[in-house]
Nanobody, 123 residues
Framework: QVQLVESGGGLVQAGGSLRLSCTAS????????LGWFRQAPETGRYFVAA?????????KYADSVKGRFTIFRDNAKNTVYLQMNSLKPEDTAAYFC???????????????WGQGTQVTVAS
């Protein structure tokens, strides 16, 4: 499976922005569907955003972040990003990226996961 490493988390004030990055190992990055999930203390891991493989023309978002977050990818850098704008305290969580082969975008059955990066939004 592909190795994923997230970065870019930190502390931000409500209304602010952060850009998370997830860099993958391997030479076939463009073949992967990719997603972002988040997990707050004592909660499960919930879907945030997903992007399809290749040029990433297909994207979807959780209702809670739609209009505020944007997922995009740079295949040349083996990186998928999550641009988070208008952050709210309820966005506070550990954010994880995930990858899977083509079709994962639709199935949600991600095979590979990163270690997570913490995002804390202060009011």
């Amino acid at each position: 499976q592909v190795q994923l490493v997230e970065s870019g988390g930190g502390l931000v004030q409500a209304g602010g922005s952060l850009r998370l990055s997830c860099t993958a190992s391997g030479r076939a990055f463009s073949d992967y569907d990719l997603g972002w999930f988040r997990q707050a203390p004592e909660t499960g891991r919930y879907f945030v955003a997903a992007i399809s493989s290749w040029n990433g023309s297909n994207k979807k978002y959780a209702d809670s972040v739609k209009g505020r977050f944007t997922i995009f990818r740079d295949n040349a850098k083996n990186t998928v990003y999550l641009q988070m704008n208008s952050l709210k305290p309820e966005d506070t969580a550990a954010y994880f990226c995930a990858a899977g082969p083509r079709g994962t975008y639709y199935s949600g059955n991600y095979a590979s996961w990163g270690q997570g990066t913490q995002v804390t939004v202060a009011s």
